[in-house]
């Protein structure tokens, strides 16, 4: 396991530098392989922006986290995703080009939504505050996806997981980390 801070991607991510941010993730690749490890993954779903030129100039194979999403989706038999995350994420094309491939629609809230989400992921989530009325309010979202032809909902952020609760949800909950970590487990099995 390998990571920089944070604040090291988010100082590239916010200027929209994923040159930069790819530099890390291909950095932390090097350290890992030399390690001896096999493949990669990255739980961050933003950073996953760079994630074609990490892949280029990597010494080992890295696992898609929206791919791994997409995998599942289709699987579950969901035909339209809502994305959730931080608005690098929501905005990005990382889910967009993804579900493409895998022939599924996507929907992502308004700026406005966006915008608090955003919010709660960084003043509250990172910092391990957890609201009531966050939680209300990302199940609020959730039901504007339904009601947008939605059929199930990406949990697009680390963080997110630990204040939903996907048994009071309105919509099926596709958690991109546990998805992620359940295809590493069985990639390393293999």
């Not at 990302?138 to 939605?150: H, Q, T």
Request: proline share 5%; with cysteine; net charge negative.
């Amino acid at each position: 396991m390998h990571t920089y801070p944070l604040e090291a991607y988010m100082v590239h991510v916010r200027s929209g530098d994923w040159v930069s941010v790819a530099e890390l993730m291909i950095d932390s690749a090097v350290i890992l392989a030399r390690c001896g490890a096999e493949f990669a993954i990255c739980p961050d779903n933003t950073i996953h922006r760079a994630f074609d030129r990490v892949i280029e100039g990597s010494p080992i194979p890295w696992l898609n986290m929206a791919d791994t999403v997409a995998t599942a989706a289709k699987e579950q038999g969901f035909q339209k995703l809502g994305i959730t995350g931080t608005k690098y994420l929501t905005t990005g094309p990382v889910y967009a080009d993804a579900l493409k491939k895998y022939q599924l629609e996507h929907a992502i809230p308004d700026e406005e939504v966006r915008e608090r989400i955003d919010r709660i992921i960084f003043t509250e989530l990172v910092s391990g505050v957890f609201l009531e009325e966050s939680r209300q309010y990302f199940n609020r979202v959730f039901e504007g996806l339904k009601a947008d032809g939605c059929d199930a909902v990406v949990l697009g952020c680390t963080e997110i997981p630990l204040l939903v609760d996907p048994s009071d949800t309105p919509l099926p909950t596709l958690d991109s980390t546990r998805l992620l970590a359940r295809a590493a487990l069985e990639r390393s099995l293999d």
